[in-house]
């Protein structure tokens, strides 16, 4: 596997993590993608991407995300725990 690879790779694991522990904290707390989008004052679509791990969120996004879930930033990367 080429660095390149790798990278693309890796940052697809990211995508995917952070979008599975974002629907699933959300969906814990009760909460809706608006109601997230409102605390972490973004738009809701964006939380849909995001969801979908479609989106390329930044820095700031994902700790909007983290303090409206009520969660540490490394949380939202974190696999699920069994």
């Known amino acids: ?5 790798s990278f693309v790779r890796g940052r697809r694991q990211l995508r995917d993590t952070l979008a ?3 629907r699933e904290l959300r969906l ?3 909460m809706s993608q608006r109601d ?7 738009r809701q679509a964006l939380i849909s991407q995001i969801e979908r791990g479609e989106a390329n969120p930044t820095l700031d996004s994902v ?3 983290a303090i409206a879930l009520d969660v540490s930033f490394i949380e939202l990367f974190e696999p699920r725990r069994m």
């Open 1 to 5: 596997m080429t660095e390149s690879e």
């Open 20 to 22: 599975r522990r974002v």
């Open 28 to 30: 814990s707390l009760k």
């Open 36 to 42: 997230l989008a409102e605390d972490a004052e973004m």
């Open 63 to 65: 700790l909007r995300i």
